[in-house]
């Protein structure tokens, strides 16, 4: 079997200031580098536009009605200080949770082994009633309950190895025993979020913070001690991994000096969880990564870990 890509044009009419670190020009770098020969055996697809009900999966039905409403018919407008909408945003927004369900999908029909989801904007920060920290509708929360709900998934593990913790997912899955959620980022950092004493109501969240100038080393053995063995325990159906590559050395809203080569490494060892509990379904979803040249990388590293399945 092979990898799926799942990307759309329209994710580059999600405008947002100039200046503004979450800009298009981040989809069209990954697009760029996954055009090169070495990607040719991607399974490519574009995402489909998701339903209200779809969005609904992660947030209430007033707080999509309300994102919806916000849309401009022109220019850009402020849902809150780091978070911008612009009139392409919400078919942006929906598609994005159409092609993180579509890839959900496609690895439980075994069509695929893997997926990654080249969207934007990104979701881990937007919790269950509040948009945040340029995200919108949770793509990740909305993935693991379409597994649960299309496909019967009893128990999901979403990863998030992006630098700033993803306040949104844990939000969301604060009191639920059957999503485990697990986070390395930087601490002390926005969004404030992440210590290790924010465990849950079932003690599924699981938070490995490091601290600014750590490295390859300190995430791998955050990953070796905290994280692989509490997901190896949970024994899920489905791994999401919310991918933001912000960690990188050469990101501009981080401080750890991560590599490439990290990041392939700790996609091996969530692969390697896929295959001994899951079945190997696994679906990664952009998340950060704002540095054009490190996200690019990054993102080859990782898209070419996941075609070994």
């Not at 009900?53 to 849309?71: C, F, G, S, T």
């Not at 969301?172 to 404030?192: C, E, K, R």
């Not at 509490?230 to 590559?245: H, N």
Request: proline share 5%.
């Amino acid at each position: 079997m092979s990898t799926l890509l799942v990307h759309h044009p329209k994710f580059l009419e999600h405008l947002t200031p100039l200046g503004h670190p979450e800009r298009p020009d981040r989809i069209r770098a990954v697009d760029r580098i996954l055009e090169h020969e070495r990607f040719q055996a991607l399974e490519r697809e574009l995402a489909p536009l998701g339903t209200i009900l779809q969005a609904e999966l992660a947030h209430p039905a007033d707080y999509v009605e309300n994102i919806r409403v916000a849309m401009p018919e022109d220019g850009l407008i402020r849902i809150d200080e780091d978070t911008t909408v612009s009139p392409g945003s919400w078919e942006a927004a929906l598609r994005g949770v159409g092609g993180v369900c579509m890839a959900v999908d496609e690895v439980f029909s075994r069509r695929v082994s893997n997926a990654f989801c080249a969207i934007r904007p990104p979701g881990h920060h937007a919790e269950r009633s509040r948009a945040m920290g340029f995200c919108l509708f949770n793509n990740a929360a909305a993935a693991a309950r379409w597994a649960q709900r299309t496909h019967g998934a009893e128990r999901v593990a979403i990863m998030d190895f992006d630098v700033h913790h993803g306040n949104g997912t844990q939000d969301i899955f604060w009191n639920d025993g059957s999503v485990l959620y697990a986070s390395t980022h930087q601490m002390p950092l926005y969004p404030g979020t992440g210590a290790l004493n924010e465990t849950g109501e079932k003690n599924t969240i699981v938070n490995a913070p490091l601290r600014s100038g750590d490295g390859g080393a300190e995430f791998r053995e955050a990953f070796e001690i905290a994280i692989l063995p509490r997901i190896a325990d949970f024994r899920p159906d489905l791994i999401v991994i919310s991918a933001g590559f912000d960690g990188h050395h050469r990101d501009p809203l981080g401080g750890l000096n991560l590599v490439e080569a990290d990041f392939a490494w700790a996609t091996a060892k969530l692969m390697d969880l896929a295959d001994a509990h899951a079945g190997g379904r696994l679906v990664s979803v952009l998340e950060g990564g704002y540095d054009l040249e490190g996200l690019a990388k990054s993102v080859a590293a990782h898209v070419m870990t996941l075609m070994t399945a």
